[in-house]
């Protein structure tokens, strides 16, 4: 039995020796690489990873059926609390077609489709994302860019007649016209708060007991994206010009509210926010307090809702060019690059660490080593890389917002955040923290990969290079 037991401690250490010299092996050829190299690897290991997930999928019968959602991780916690035991660490949890984050996978295969310029290729990923597509065409749900404009126009750009167009227009069209649709108390119907000119639904706040208000989601920001993109693809010019000004009135709204009961106050945001939707109330119309949910506290600032917030209204300038949305975008992108790792002040400081702990409050009160989020990062800087070519070359802001998103890709293309081809990971990205509960108690979903994480990664890869190809060019 001792030397039983010896000869498992051996392997054990003869394992561990094996890892580590072969991610030694991994990072000194991923920094060998300048950034452009390193783009080029990370979008052929989406192409290997996306491809395990196919057939991972068929072989369980799930394609169109079931979508990936997050891996599984392999620690004692894990594999005593989860529910699917047999499914080897690594591997995805799959979640139903209604999930939030359902549309990020299909709208990872239709983005592989434009990068191949081989028409079997091509024709590879368009199909398997028209079938993992089709499902999700008649869902009602709130993440709607998501869940619909990412699904759907693609597939309007490729469609190969007029009717496939006509049909993939027309759902991005409706889309839009239930998020633009006004709210009506008799039929508790709608989703756009007329008085309050803002994005939400009704409520029961978690800090009350009976009281239900009009709640806005920070995540549902990126919503704006659907209605400004339908909105220019609406033959009504009417209704078009209806859903840009909502839009705006929306993110404007919204923005009065950042740093107001939040701790590190300025623009920092919450995950929910909460108004005063009663005529009869002394605060209608108020912002009245919000939840962290995600995050650490009420009162602090969850990163993936301030990553979030940062793409829609950076991509809501890219469209309207309104000069208070700019202000707006500007704020919040400045309040994350000041909360960076590298940018913590003292002792604290991590030098050259430009991926944002799940929550920022947390890192500088409690912990800066702290779990960081890829996929904050990952939507940060899809965002950010929306609004830099909309800024004039002699922006002071712009360069100092190409440099970040350069060190960000740098970081996330390295071995530290991008999965090796040949490991058993599914996903493109790791350390991925979809949320810590409220103690910060030990959990499955954090430290993973994250679909939602890979489908902004890849966005922000594609951006970047067309980015530096149009300045190569200018």
Request: hydrophobic letters at 35%; charged letters at 25%.
């Amino acid at each position: 039995m001792k030397k039983l037991r010896l000869s498992l401690i051996g392997l054990g250490l003869a394992s561990l020796i094996l890892t580590l010299m072969l991610s030694v092996q991994t990072t000194d050829h991923r920094s060998n690489l300048n950034l452009e190299q390193r783009i080029d690897d990370a979008l052929h290991v989406a192409k290997g990873k996306l491809k395990k997930t196919i057939i991972a999928f068929e072989r369980r019968s799930l394609v169109g059926i079931r979508y990936p959602y997050y891996t599984y991780r392999s620690n004692w916690f894990s594999f005593n609390f989860r529910k699917n035991r047999n499914q080897p660490s690594g591997s995805w949890k799959p979640g139903k077609a209604k999930s939030w984050a359902s549309g990020a996978f299909p709208g990872l295969l239709w983005q592989m489709s434009t990068l191949e310029t081989e028409l079997v290729r091509q024709q590879f990923w368009s199909t398997y994302a028209r079938s993992w597509a089709e499902p999700m065409r008649k869902l009602s749900y709130e993440d709607v860019t998501i869940n619909n404009l990412f699904v759907f126009r693609p597939w309007f750009k490729s469609a190969r007649d007029d009717k496939e167009k006509k049909e993939q227009l027309e759902t991005i069209l409706q889309g839009a016209r239930t998020l633009a649709m006004p709210y009506d108390s008799s039929t508790d119907q709608g989703i756009f708060q007329m008085e309050l000119g803002v994005m939400g639904t009704k409520r029961k706040a978690n800090r009350t007991d009976d009281q239900v208000y009009w709640h806005v989601f920070a995540d549902h920001t990126i919503n704006v994206e659907q209605l400004l993109w339908a909105a220019q693809h609406n033959p009504n010019p009417i209704e078009a010009k209806d859903w840009q000004q909502k839009v705006i009135r929306h993110l404007q709204t919204v923005s009065q509210t950042y740093g107001k009961n939040r701790k590190p106050g300025n623009s920092g945001t919450w995950q929910r926010g909460y108004f005063d939707d009663r005529p009869s109330s002394p605060t209608y119309k108020q912002f009245l307090f919000n939840e962290g949910k995600q995050g650490w506290r009420d009162d602090t600032t969850w990163s993936r809702g301030q990553a979030w917030i940062i793409y829609g209204v950076s991509i809501a300038y890219q469209y309207t060019q309104d000069a208070s949305i700019l202000a707006i975008a500007k704020d919040l992108i400045n309040y994350y690059i000041n909360h960076l790792p590298d940018r913590f002040e003292g002792n604290k400081r991590r030098l050259d660490d430009f991926i944002p702990p799940w929550d920022f409050d947390y890192a500088i009160e409690k912990n800066p080593d702290t779990d960081r989020d890829s996929s904050a990062a990952a939507i940060a800087i899809s965002g950010i890389l929306k609004l830099i070519p909309t800024l004039p070359k002699n922006d002071p802001d712009r360069s100092l917002y190409l440099d970040i998103v350069k060190k960000t890709l740098n970081q996330l293309t390295s071995s530290d955040y991008l999965n090796d081809l040949k490991s058993s990971e599914m996903s493109i990205l790791k350390k991925g923290c979809y949320h810590h509960p409220q103690s910060i108690q030990p959990s499955s979903e954090y430290d993973n990969g994250l679909i939602w994480g890979d489908y902004f990664f890849v966005d922000a890869l594609l951006d970047y290079r067309r980015l530096i190809s149009s300045s190569e060019t200018d």
